[in-house]
């Protein structure tokens, strides 16, 4: 890739503060010093290495004199992470009981999909996620008068192809809190249009969606993550970040996916703010995010999606788009 690591990142940020997050990136490339040890080294062994019966044997061996047993914590239930899964009809997600978001949403969109109209979202309404335990689920009443939108990852308009695909779109565990104004409503709109678009010249295109918590650095110069938690009492974290990371298949199979990767600050952008500035590489996000996207897909078979296409955004005024759509009636 032409650009650094940090070059891009700081180009993603769009806000105050965002070209920490760039500097944040660059420091990971830093090697970790090591420690030294007076640990002897073994004079080199000329026999083979244990068999798996042997190694098993060993650590049942071990396991009868240890004096204690950590696992059996387990007797009284597993404490986590707990990643829950949401297989639905438009998409898929895991959602983090720690921030009340999810980590990621994937979705898939083709041709036919985005060409059928059997969904309406005006019978949709924002819910609460009942598959999650209630103590860790985003309550409807934590945005009310929150300053936040309820931020679709996969957007409503990529799930017309049923009434129940749209519908699966306004759960909770599909939204995250984001800037209304300078953002959800306008330039990350205008980027999930600029995802739709991609179909045009990818006859199918995948794309994972998520919330990032960027450190920054403070006055004393040490690096810190600060994000504001909405609800009362407080309950949802607002992301400093979010991330978008896309295949476009050729439909052949094991043929080419043109893979690209991008993370906007969550904060007012202006419309004139080219898309490429936000491209990272896909291995940035995967280092924030502690999650990995491509390890199943071989080097000789990605494209850089920016080489491929043009990665722009067409600007449609929010208000020019919300006159072809009813005002929502949301449940709380």
């Not at 240890?66 to 438009?90: E, I, K």
């Not at 991609?198 to 110069?221: A, E, N, Q």
């Not at 476009?248 to 898309?275: Q, W």
Request: net charge positive; charged share 20%; with cysteine.
């Amino acid at each position: 890739m032409s650009k650094s690591t940090l070059a891009i990142i700081a180009a993603a940020s769009a806000a105050a503060g965002a070209a920490a997050s760039a500097a944040f990136f660059n420091t990971q490339k830093k090697t970790t010093p090591s420690i030294a040890t007076q640990t002897s080294t073994p004079a080199p062994s000329r026999t083979s290495a244990p068999t798996p019966i042997a190694a098993a044997a060993q650590v049942a061996a071990l396991k009868a004199i240890a004096p204690v047993d950590p696992s059996g914590v387990f007797q009284y239930g597993f404490p986590g992470p707990v990643a829950d899964l949401r297989p639905a009809a438009s998409l898929t997600s895991s959602f983090d009981r720690r921030t009340r978001n999810p980590s990621w949403v994937a979705e898939h969109i083709t041709p036919t999909s985005l060409s059928m109209n059997n969904g309406d979202r005006k019978h949709s309404y924002f819910t609460e996620d009942q598959s999650i335990p209630e103590k860790f689920r985003g309550k409807l009443k934590d945005y009310f008068r929150s300053g936040y939108d309820r931020g679709h990852q996969v957007p409503a308009a990529d799930a017309k192809w049923s009434q129940e695909a749209m519908d699966d779109t306004f759960a909770l565990s599909n939204m995250c809190p984001q800037v209304g104004d300078g953002f959800n409503r306008d330039y990350w709109a205008h980027f999930e249009d600029f995802c739709r678009r991609l179909t045009t010249h990818y006859p199918s295109v995948r794309i994972v969606t998520g919330p990032l918590y960027l450190p920054k650095p403070d006055r004393d110069g040490k690096w810190r993550v600060s994000y504001e938690v909405i609800g009362d009492p407080p309950n949802i974290a607002v992301p400093t970040h979010f991330y978008k990371v896309i295949f476009g298949e050729d439909g052949k199979t094991g043929g080419n996916v043109a893979l690209g990767a991008f993370v906007l600050p969550n904060a007012p952008i202006a419309n004139d703010k080219p898309l490429q500035d936000f491209e990272v590489p896909v291995e940035a996000v995967e280092r924030a995010s502690g999650l990995e996207f491509a390890s199943r897909l071989p080097n000789a078979r990605r494209k850089r999606l920016c080489q491929e296409v043009s990665c722009s955004v067409m600007v449609r005024e929010y208000k020019e788009r919300q006159k072809s759509l009813p005002a929502l009636s949301p449940k709380r």
